[in-house]
Structure formats: C-alpha cells, structure tokens
C-alpha cells in the first residue's frame, strides 16, 4: 500500500511538471451538454449559472504537500517528501520565478464551475458547519449538533463512517485538495456511502495541476472519478479563484504565499468559499491560535481518523515556524478569528472559543 501510495504521488508530481510545461490553452465547450446534477436536499438553495472562464495560461508550482493521512502517512511524512523535491527543483523563492506575477482582485471571482467549465456553483446555505479533521473532535459528542446544520462541509478525507457520534454523519459538500485525490480514489467508502457521501466534492488545485485542456493530470483524473460517481456534483475552482485565495493571504497576513514559504491549507480555500456562501459558519474542532503554545494543554491527533499519527500542536509548531512548505496553521486561524470578530458570522464549537476582542488572542510571529 505504502509503496503504491508513494508511486502515485510521485507520478502525479513528476508528470506534471513535465507536462505542465505544455499548457493547452482552455477551449469553451458547446452549450449542448447536460450537466448531471441532482436535486437539493430541504432548506438549501442551490442552481447554476452560466460563466465565463477566465483563461490563465501561466503554470502554478505543483509541489503542494499530500494530505494523504492512511498508513500513517501524514503531512509531516509528506513535508519531508517535499524537502527531498527541494533538492531536485529548487526551493520556494527560485520556483517564484516561474510563477505569473501575483494578481490583485477587486472581488471575489467566485470561480467554482463544473468539469466542464460552463457553469458555476450556486449554492446558498443559512448556516454551514465546517468540520475540521482535529482530534479535538474526539468524544465531542457534537455529531447530533452537526446534523442539525443545513450544510455540512467537510475536507479531503476526513470520515464520517465510525465517528458520527463525533463528527456527524452527513456531507453536503467535501472539500479537497488536489494532493488528497488518491485517497479518495482508494477509499470508496467516502463517495459511496449513501448517508455520508458528498452532494458537492470540490477540488482545489494549482492551474498547471487543474488545466482542462488535456494537459492537467490531477483534472483529468477527477473527470475519470466523476464519471464512476454520477450523483455527486463535481466542481474545481478556476485559476482566479485560485490566484484569489493566494490574494487574499497577502491581504490578510502581509505576506506573499511564495516568497514567505508557505502552502495555504485546504481550511484557508473551504472559508474562502464558506463567507461567500453561508449565512453563518459553525466552525468544529478548531483550536485558537494560542492554544498550542501553552504546554498545559493537552495534545490530541492530528487527524481524528488517525490516532496513532502526528500530533496536532506538534504539526502547526512543525508548520508555523518551517521556512519553506509551511502550512501556517496558526495565522490562519488568527485571521479567521479576525473575521469572526469583525466581518462574518463565524462561531467556534468543540472547543468553544469565546469571542471577545481581537487583544485576547496571540498574534503568531508568522504575522508580526
Ligand atoms: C449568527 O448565526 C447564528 C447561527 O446561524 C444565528 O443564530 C445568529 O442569529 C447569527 N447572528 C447574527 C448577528 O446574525
């Protein structure tokens, strides 16, 4: 398994960047087709609208970390992975070069379309639970609370089968990164299941990664997977909505995604679209951003679903602090704290933190 896991990625990773150098420039399908999209469950409104696709023809960086947690292979084992490519092609700052100047939007592009590009994810929700794959969620007891949300969203592979009582059993929307497709193609369990599976699986990938054109070897392998699962909703954000999920981490942090060394996490991209799309968001198992520099609190797994894997504190200290493919676990949620105390209606449960002023919470030195 492990070695069949380690070929696959090494594939995904290596072809790409051979044949990310022969970008297809996006053709517009007929408007023929029919899309296969089925009904909404109650209490959620939801339709398409025809877009257009902004083309973007510059190649992103593919080296993201796998969020591939099976056989204990976590991101800390994938991070060291990502060192070993550092060797091979260069580090952050001299792959920056290869990278289209940053892009400064005036809105959010809302770039969430079908595989074939010609209609854009339209759905509302009045309040969305997001939950996360901390084992803070363990013995939470929070799954009934959970299902009780119109819309429940989840990421890369996180599981619900053997952990309702924790984490509730149903799926509106999966959300995942590039990186964690092999998971799901190995674990059917997450697109079968008839409580549990998603109505929506939304990818996030890096252009080169995600080009429709022929040349995108993660796309194409989602539009195979697609095809086995016609009654979920396949969506893949565009190279702007992409490049504006980058944007918005300088806004927010001061700092260039590239040049500081950082991966945005798959939690950075579902809140990107959760502001947009839900009334109120009910984040679960969510630590604040200080929580792990007291050694009197407790840690917990990384993941919920992998107990005997990497520690959660140990990873965002490990993440926060990495010069170079770093996910900055920490800032983010600063700056999701900073939302919730300023700009949406973010709610934190399991644990609860309580929202006071922004001064209660330490700024990490990511931001400072
Ligand atoms: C925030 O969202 C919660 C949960 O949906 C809701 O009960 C509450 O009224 C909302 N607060 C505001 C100020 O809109």
Not at 22 to 42: A, D, K
């Amino acid at each position: 398994m492990r070695c069949r896991l380690g070929c696959m990625l090494c594939l995904v990773t290596s072809f790409s960047v051979y044949i990310g150098l022969f970008l297809f420039t996006w053709t517009e399908r007929s408007e023929t087709s029919s899309s296969s999209i089925v009904g909404p469950p109650q209490g959620i409104a939801w339709g398409f609208r025809n877009v257009y696709i902004d083309q973007e023809k510059a190649a992103k960086r593919v080296n993201e970390p796998s969020h591939d947690d099976n056989n204990n292979n976590n991101e800390a084992s994938q991070t060291k992975r990502g060192d070993t490519d550092t060797g091979k092609h260069g580090d952050d700052k001299s792959l920056a070069a290869d990278e289209p100047p940053p892009k400064s939007f005036d809105k959010d592009p809302f770039g969430y379309v079908t595989l074939d590009g010609r209609k854009a994810l339209d759905l509302h929700c009045s309040q969305c639970a997001l939950i996360s794959a901390s084992g803070q969620l363990l013995n939470s007891g929070s799954g009934e609370d959970i299902d009780n949300i119109p819309c429940v969203v989840r990421m890369n592979q996180a599981p619900t089968k053997g952990f309702e009582s924790d984490v509730g059993s149903k799926t509106t929307i999966r959300f995942t990164a590039h990186s964690s497709l092999p998971s799901l193609m190995r674990d059917p369990m997450l697109m079968d299941d008839v409580i549990g599976r998603p109505q929506y699986i939304i990818f996030w990938g890096p252009p080169k990664e995600m080009d429709s054109g022929g040349s995108g070897v993660v796309y194409n392998e989602i539009s195979a997977l697609s095809m086995k699962y016609p009654y979920i909703n396949f969506i893949v954000l565009t190279n702007d909505q992409y490049q504006y999920a980058e944007y918005v981490f300088r806004e927010e942090t001061g700092k260039d995604r590239i040049t500081s060394g950082s991966w945005l996490t798959t939690g950075w991209f579902t809140m990107i679209l959760l502001r947009n799309i839900c009334d109120s968001i009910s984040i679960y198992g969510m630590v604040s951003p200080g929580y792990c520099q007291s050694p009197t609190k407790p840690d917990v797994p990384y993941h919920y679903f992998s107990p005997n894997g990497f520690k959660e504190c140990a990873q965002y200290r490990e993440h926060e602090n990495a010069k170079a493919h770093g996910h900055r676990f920490m800032s983010e949620k600063y700056v999701f704290i900073r939302w919730a105390l300023t700009k949406y209606n973010i709610t934190f449960h399991s644990p609860e933190i309580p929202l006071t002023n922004l001064m209660e919470f330490n700024k990490p030195k990511f931001l400072t």
